[in-house]
């Protein structure tokens, strides 16, 4: 079936670029998705991108796909400490019945140290 | 800006008991999402809706859960006969369109005893 992979855990300075990475296996993904959890809430999302994009810009965010290499990257610039959280990936694909289900990675913990 | 709402926030059940997951998608969303997360695991699909009817589910989403659509605003998530390891955070989404990203609620954790 259907695989998503992240890293769990990734530091950065305040300031400094993040980057989180996320690979995935299904070569029909449609859309790709990035969303943010902070303690106790539910799932935010930051940012998606179509599959027949190569990359996203808003504002601090920038999402890079390699379709080539299933290989979904965001980037988040001058990360300040209320990004920390944890990240989650997904993806999803168009199919004949009606809704997508989301596939999720396992979530990227960002910690921002001041 | 228009919100997925989850009630409770907290649910804590007697196992065998029957449980009840209250959700409002966001008021002009077409299809509805039930989706699960067991401490320390990735969140998983349990169910989609639309129409009126079940589109697509999970192997997870067996004859224990039920979902329905009592009236034009609230999707509920039974489950029957609740088992230790229903024990999750359920999170709700919905979606405007097929394709269109999908809004999650803040989830409602159920602990089952």
């Known amino acids: 079936g259907e695989d998503v992979e992240q890293s769990l855990f990734l530091s950065v300075r305040e300031g400094d670029s993040s980057v989180i990475n996320c690979t995935y296996t299904d070569s029909s993904s449609t859309y790709l998705y990035w969303y943010k959890q902070e303690p106790g809430a539910g799932l935010q999302l930051l940012t998606y991108?179509?599959?027949?994009?190569d990359m996203k810009q808003d504002q601090r965010l920038t999402v890079l796909l390699n379709k080539k290499d299933k290989h979904l990257s965001l980037r988040i610039a001058d990360t300040q400490t209320g990004d920390s959280a944890i990240y989650f990936c997904?993806?999803?694909?168009?199919?004949?019945?009606?809704?997508?289900?989301?596939?999720f990675g396992g979530g990227t913990r960002l910690m921002v140290k001041p | 800006e228009p919100e997925v709402t989850q009630t409770p926030s907290h649910q804590v059940t007697q196992m065998g008991q029957e449980v009840i997951l209250h959700c409002v998608p966001i008021s002009n969303h077409l299809y509805f999402y039930w989706y699960r997360q067991i401490l320390g695991q990735k969140v998983e699909f349990l169910v989609s809706f639309y129409n009126n009817e079940i589109s697509e589910k999970s192997e997870i989403f067996d004859d224990q859960f039920s979902v329905e659509r009592p009236d034009g605003s609230n999707f509920t998530l039974k489950i029957r006969s609740t088992k230790l390891e229903d024990s999750a955070m359920y999170f709700c989404?919905?979606?405007?369109?097929?394709?269109?990203?999908?809004?999650f609620g803040d989830g409602t954790r159920l602990s089952i005893l």
């Open positions: 997904a993806e999803s694909r168009m199919n004949n019945n009606a809704g997508n289900m989301l596939t």
């Open positions: 991108i179509f599959s027949n994009m």
């Open positions: 989404a919905s979606s405007l369109g097929q394709g269109q990203p999908q809004h």
